[in-house]
Nanobody
Framework: VQLQASGGGLVQAGGSLRLSCAAS????????MGWFRQAPGKEREFVGG????????YYADSVKGRFAISRDNAKNTVYLQMNSLKPEDTAVYYC???????????????WGQGTQVTVFQ
């Protein structure tokens, strides 16, 4: 599967952005999908994920209650809705695919290219 992330940009603190991750090749419904982020000088962090059938989601504590992941299997697309953004959310965001929601946290099968999110005060 090939993944293409988009939707990053510059936003003021408190604002919102929605990232998209379009899958091609094997349909995205065959995979659990997740989002990671990496800020300058920091390690890549797992933000959250969604299972193959959209019944389970997982979020890192740092984004819980502010971010929401959803998927549209008909469009082979996964979304990351980010609300109440903070400057510390500034990072390059990556989407990833894996066999299960648990596995994707450590060993994704595929990565998309990153999309930059910058949050300013």
């Amino acid at each position: 599967v090939q993944l293409q992330a988009s939707g990053g940009g510059l936003v003021q603190a408190g604002g919102s952005l929605r990232l998209s991750c379009a899958a091609s090749g094997r349909t995205s419904s065959s995979y659990a999908m997740g989002w990671f982020r990496q800020a300058p000088g920091k390690e890549r962090e797992f933000v959250g994920g969604i299972s193959r059938t959209p019944t389970s989601t997982y979020y890192a504590d740092s984004v819980k209650g502010r971010f929401a992941i959803s998927r549209d299997n008909a469009k082979n697309t996964v979304y990351l809705q980010m609300n109440s953004l903070k400057p510390e959310d500034t990072a390059v965001y990556y989407c990833a695919a894996g066999p299960t929601l648990l596995a994707i946290r450590t060993t994704p099968n595929a990565w998309g290219q990153g999309t930059q999110v910058t949050v300013f005060q």
